[in-house]
């Protein structure tokens, strides 16, 4: 662009006029984009976010003239482009100086597999069966039986590498012309073409004009003179026409048709000589001139010695389906055999590394360039490290996607219709899979609006249909999909919609709600509905200690009393939050212990809640806990002080159940203390007084115990008269 435009630049100048000069910034990230109706059905698009207000500061620092990136955009270019460093600056906004780099030119690199094969080629597995389809359609095609090939499949799943290995062992006796479109070639005519002649006529990007028109002249007519007559079609599309055009007079389709049947008699006069490979990759994103082109030769080459091979994505057709000489190869994920020896080769086989590989691969699901992205990404976090054998370092549940992967997922969820897109987003959160009647609830769409976008979504291979009864059920065919689907909506539509789903499972399993207790916790977890939050996260965390999942229980009860401080501080509040704390402090004495800090914070907090709601059935328990607490931390002061009060309220309560506990609380307590108390605090009250005339079985416990702390004393005190004496006499 920068080139085009000093060029133009250039010519204004001559003509007298002033110059022209652009200064342009990059960024790359994520940015949310708002459409404003400006009126008369007209929309305008904002972009909001940080990643676009990174991009403007980027232009302004832009020397004139030329093109400055942020780090980020260098990293995904490397290749593609030539960079300048311009240094480290500081931006308003970014806490860290953020790598400015100026774009100096093209680089070497055009696909995306060329930049894979710089970072070394991941070893090849499994295409056994595409290969061999590929081996039998050249074979034909050596025997002068041309052949189209396509190889279709979703970004990602390997139909460069297929192209590419196939090319790699059918190197000799073949020659190999290569032609690249892009993603933004729809609009620049003939490019691939170009590309794919520069290759024939060995031009670079060194050559001038001059050199340019000896090489095509030369090899052209070192094939056939009587190509002569094709040369200024040649001249005329590869931007070489000298002075005067001598086709300046002709009529564009007349051009046009005559410079396409030029390179196709190139392309059949070549292949007299020897058999020809042409590939032709990513066709989804080629131009129509390059179209027309490719229907003539698969026209014109069943009788010829040619292997036209081309690939693109599902939403691209053709019109050659019918051709006898046509086979399609449609490429699917690698299944687990494959992907797992896809992960050896990329981070080895070690014991430990058996979570990181089962993770990978639920999350990308087969697809080879998703999993050598996660696991460079994993690299470049540094969450594994390569010393000798691979190593994780931290925790995998932070596993982010990368922005390459996500780039691939967002333009294809960006060119859904919007009505269908809105509702892949509005899927998205309601979670992995989801019931039909439950989408309904959500969107408040009927059927008949539904069902034809639904199934437009499971062509486009978004969603499909899980046998379910008695309601259809849906899900993401890919995880990462319906990830990256759920950040594209806007924070505010987002929890909207799942408190939509949180009262859609509500209604629709009212009699069932036990079994949905977590998606219920999810889904007011994350809307403006707190004291639903709070209740469901209750339940959840409540049932999972039920199942002794008390991780998890803890999770959802922290979370609850989160949420819960956000809300009005009241009585409803304490009691509501005080039933938390003590849920908390039953899963944190598995999780943690009863001696941990953790569990003290909960009791010490309960035990204030319980002063302001006024309640001493929890205060007992609570109590109870915090006496335990300091026993099994042997502070012994603290202990004792609770034993009693325990005793206190029990005898006030006259409930046997309560003193029981509180017999059991100082027992317990006199037997930790035996060994570091002097037996005179042990005995200092008489121990029948203490338990009055109730010989109960908990009184009875504490007797025993105090007997059993007393004869620890006494042995104690034995032993160390003994050692004393034996000490003396050593003397
Ligand atoms: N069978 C395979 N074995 C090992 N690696 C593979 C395999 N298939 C693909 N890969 C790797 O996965 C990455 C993506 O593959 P490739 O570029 O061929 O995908 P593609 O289908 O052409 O995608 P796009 O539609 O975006 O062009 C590449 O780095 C490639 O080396
Ligand atoms: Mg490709």
């Known amino acids: 662009m920068q080139e085009e435009m000093r060029r133009y630049s250039a010519k204004l100048r001559e003509a007298g006029n002033l110059p022209i000069e652009a200064r342009v910034g990059v960024n790359t990230g994520e940015a949310v984009v708002r459409s404003i109706a400006t009126g008369e059905g007209h929309a305008e698009y904002t972009p909001i976010g940080h990643s676009t207000s990174l991009a403007a500061r980027m232009q302004t620092l832009a020397p004139t003239g030329s093109t400055a990136v942020t780090d980020a955009t260098r990293k995904l270019c490397e290749g593609y482009f030539t960079f300048k460093p311009l240094g480290p600056t500081r931006v308003k906004g970014v806490h860290d100086p953020v790598n400015v780099h100026e774009v100096t030119g093209l680089g070497p690199l055009r696909t995306r597999l060329q930049r894979a094969a710089g970072r ?40 460069s590498r297929l192209f590419y ?78 002075d005067s055009d001598p086709l300046v007079q002709m009529g564009a389709q007349m051009r046009r048709r005559r410079t396409l049947d030029a390179i196709k008699r190139i392309v059949l006069r070549e292949s007299l000589n020897q058999p020809l490979m042409l590939m032709f990759e990513d066709l989804h994103w080629i131009d129509d001139e390059t179209q027309a082109l490719l229907n003539l030769l698969a026209d014109s080459i069943g009788t010829a010695k040619v292997l036209l091979m081309v690939n693109y994505r599902p939403q691209y057709t053709h019109s050659w389906g019918r051709k006898t000489y046509y086979t399609r190869l449609r490429l699917d994920p690698l299944g687990q055999e494959n992907a797992d020896e896809m992960l050896s080769a990329l981070v080895g086989d070690g014991p430990e590394l058996v979570p990181l590989r089962r993770l990978v691969l639920e999350r990308t699901e087969g697809n080879p360039f998703f999993i050598e992205e996660l696991v460079q990404a994993l690299f470049d976090e540094g969450v594994l490290i390569r010393n000798g054998a691979v190593k994780v370092t ?27 897109k809105e509702l892949l987003q509005t899927l998205a959160v309601i979670g992995r899979e989801f019931p039909l009647g439950l989408i309904r609830a959500v969107t408040g769409s009927p059927d008949d609006r ?63 709600l036990d079994d ?102 929890e205060l007992f328990a609570v109590l109870m806990g915090l006496q335990g607490h300091h026993q099994m931390r042997l502070d012994l002061e603290p202990a004792r002080e609770l034993g009693e009060q325990l005793l206190a309220l029990a005898e006030g309560a006259n409930e046997p159940a309560k003193l029981m506990f509180a017999h059991a609380a100082l027992g317990l307590f006199f037997l930790s203390a035996a060994s570091s108390l002097p037996p005179a605090t042990i005995s200092s ?46 003397l």
Not at 139 to 152: D, E, F, K, L, S
Not at 480 to 485: D, F, G, H, I, N
Not at 586 to 614: D, N
């Open 450 to 512: 539904l069902e034809p976008m639904l199934s437009h979504l499971q062509l486009g291979e978004f969603v499909y249909e899980l046998p379910a009864f008695p309601d259809v059920e849906y899900t993401f065919k890919h995880a990462l999909t319906q990830e990256v689907a759920y950040n594209s909506v806007l924070m505010e539509r987002r929890k909207l919609l799942h408190e939509r789903a949180g009262e859609g499972i509500e209604a629709l399993f009212a009699e069932q």
């Open 394 to 420: 931290t925790s995998l549940s932070q596993l982010k996607i990368p922005p390459t992967v996500q780039a691939i997922l967002t333009s294809r969820i960006d060119r859904l219709p919007p009505d269908e």
């Open 165 to 242: 290995e196939f090319k790699v062992k059918n190197q000799s006796g073949w020659m190999v012309l290569e032609a690249f479109s892009v993603s933004h070639g729809k609009a620049s005519a003939y490019l691939p073409v170009i590309d794919l002649l520069h290759g024939y006529f060995r031009i670079t990007g060194d050559d001038d004009s001059r050199m340019r028109r000896e090489k095509v002249m030369g090899r052209l007519l070192a094939l056939d003179r009587s190509l002569e007559d094709a040369l200024p079609y040649l001249f005329g599309l590869l931007g070489l026409v000298e």
């Open 685 to 730: 009250r008489p121990v029948l007084a203490l338990i009055g005339g109730r010989a109960t079985l908990s009184s009875l416990f504490t007797l025993s115990t105090r007997a059993l702390a007393l004869g620890r004393c006494g042995r104690s005190v034995m032993r160390t008269r003994r050692l004393r004496g034996a000490a003396r006499r050593s």
């Open 516 to 617: 949905h207790l977590n998606e219920l916790a999810h889904h007011y977890g994350h809307s403006p509905n707190i004291v639903k939050a709070v209740k469901y996260l209750q339940l959840a965390g409540q049932q999972a200690a039920q199942r002794l999942a008390y991780d998890e229980a803890v999770s959802h009860l922290t979370s609850g009393l989160e949420l819960l401080a956000s809300l009005p501080d009241n009585p409803g509040r304490a009691r509501r939050e005080l039933e938390l704390q003590l849920s908390l402090v039953e899963s944190l004495r598995w999780t943690k212990s009863l001696g941990s800090p953790e569990t003290r914070r909960a009791l010490i907090r309960a035990r204030e809640l319980c002063g302001q709601v006024g309640e001493s059935t």
């Open 120 to 159: 070394g080629f991941t070893k090849f597995v499994g295409r056994q069966a595409e290969m061999e389809a590929l081996a039998r359609a050249g074979a034909q095609a050596r025997a002068g039986r041309g052949q189209i090939v396509a190889a279709v499949a979703e970004p990602g799943v390997g139909k």
